[in-house]
């Protein structure tokens, strides 16, 4: 994608991903916008980088994604990159003898899923008259290979992938590139940002994944993987599944 002149809005830059991306295009002097629930976290983010706006914003909330989106075109007319990177991550045990908490596993679909769909909904219809245009969701290397502490997010993850690739193939005419981003895993506050025990996976440090994350945008994949997430996505999406999906669906 084009790595300047932008004028991005990113779901979720309070913190991890989000912010780190945020930053990295405000500092190349693209007018960057990011959403979140917390507003001192927002504000905050925005006083350390002059010129960057923010917007209070939750992704489970389906007026508060319209408002969000109307605001930001209306203040932005120039906006052409959106940015699906809000998320959040549960254990849940179903084995261990009663229901699993069903608030969280709403909280998780509406977060991770739901809010990314209905934000592509309201954003598109813009996003396609705009040049350079950009859909980014962001994944996991989970939505490829499940960590089974985790089931309700890895499914939300597969989702996300499998919903690129239809957003994807139905704007394949139009000026809007769908990019899914695959990040492995990286040292953020997902999931409360506990330090894994001694033994477990390392994360990698965000800002070695910011790096290359900016340096894999500069060119022009569709699905961009991130340190141990190329693996996941090499074993699980070989050529022969991309060629039974292109014979379906063109
Ligand atoms: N870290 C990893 O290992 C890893 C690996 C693969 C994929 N990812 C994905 O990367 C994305 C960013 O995660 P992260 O690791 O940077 O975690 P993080 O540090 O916890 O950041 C999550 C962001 O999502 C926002 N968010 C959560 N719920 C929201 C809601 N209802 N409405 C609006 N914003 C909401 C949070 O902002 P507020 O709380 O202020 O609303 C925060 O800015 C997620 O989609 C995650 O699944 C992360």
Same mark, same amino acid.
């Given at each position: ?44 983010? !925005? %006083? $350390? ?5 923010? +917007?209070? *914003? ?95 997010? !890895? %499914? $939300? ?5 499998? +919903?690129? *690739? ?85």
């Amino acid at each position: 994608m084009k790595m300047h002149s932008n004028t991005i809005f990113i779901t979720g830059g309070t913190s991890g991903i989000g912010k780190g991306l945020a930053e990295a295009f405000h500092r190349l002097g693209n007018q960057v916008i990011i959403g979140g629930r917390r507003e001192d976290r927002l504000r905050s983010v !925005c %006083a $350390t980088n002059p010129g960057m706006r923010h +917007f209070v *914003l939750d992704v489970t909330d389906l007026a508060s994604i319209r408002n969000t989106a109307r605001k930001v075109i209306a203040e932005f007319p120039a906006l052409n990159c959106v940015f699906n990177n809000a998320g959040m991550q549960r254990r849940h045990d179903f084995a261990g003898g009663k229901p699993v908490d069903d608030a969280a596993v709403v909280a998780e679909i509406q977060t991770n899923l739901l809010g990314l769909i209905r934000v592509s909904s309201e954003f598109l219809p813009h996003l396609k008259n705009q040049q350079d245009a950009i859909l980014l969701n962001v994944s996991s290397g989970l939505a490829f290979v499940p960590l089974s502490i985790f089931p309700v997010y !890895c %499914a $939300t993850k597969a989702a996300v992938h499998s +919903f690129s *690739l239809s957003l994807r193939r139905q704007l394949k005419d139009s000026k809007v590139k769908v990019i899914e981003l695959i990040p492995p895993y990286v040292a953020t506050e997902l999931g409360g940002g506990a330090t894994p025990p001694s033994g477990a996976l390392r994360p990698m440090p965000l800002e070695t994944f910011i790096v290359e994350t900016m340096k894999e945008l500069e060119g022009n994949e569709d699905e961009i993987a991130i340190g141990g997430s190329k693996n996941l996505l090499a074993a699980t999406a070989p050529e022969s599944v991309r060629k039974i999906f292109d014979g379906m669906n063109h």
